[in-house]
């Protein structure tokens, strides 16, 4: 499975973006997706998932609200809308396919990250 991630991007505090995930190879649609984020200095962390069907969505506490995680199995691409955006919002964010769960350990395919940098 290769995911690629994009849409990153600079916007200012207020402001939104969305993000893209695009997944493909074999079983590709058959896992859920998840959304972590990496500042610097610190861990990578659980933003937002959900699961193969698009039924299920969990949210990190500090994007409720803001951030909308959506799916489209026939175009194999997964979104994150992020609204309301906060100077404490920019990271680097990655997609992976795996369980739907916070654990990033258990995800097994990881794309490469795109930047959003977040100006007050």
């Known amino acids: 499975v290769q995911l690629q991630a994009s849409g990153g991007g600079l916007v200012q505090a207020g402001g939104s973006l969305r993000l893209s995930c695009a997944a493909s190879g074999r079983g590709s649609g058959s896992y859920a997706i998840g959304w972590f984020r990496q500042a610097p200095g610190k861990e990578r962390e659980f933003v937002a998932d959900i699961n193969w069907s698009g039924g299920s969505r969990d949210y990190a506490d500090s994007v409720k609200g803001r951030f909308t995680i959506s799916r489209d199995n026939a175009k194999n691409t997964v979104y994150l809308q992020m609204n309301s955006l906060k100077s404490e919002d920019t990271a680097v964010y990655y997609c992976?396919?795996?369980?739907?769960?916070?654990?990033?350990?258990?995800?097994?395919?990881w794309g490469r990250g795109t930047l959003v940098t977040v100006s007050s």
């Open positions: 992976a396919a795996g369980p739907y769960t916070r654990m990033k350990s258990t995800y097994r395919y």
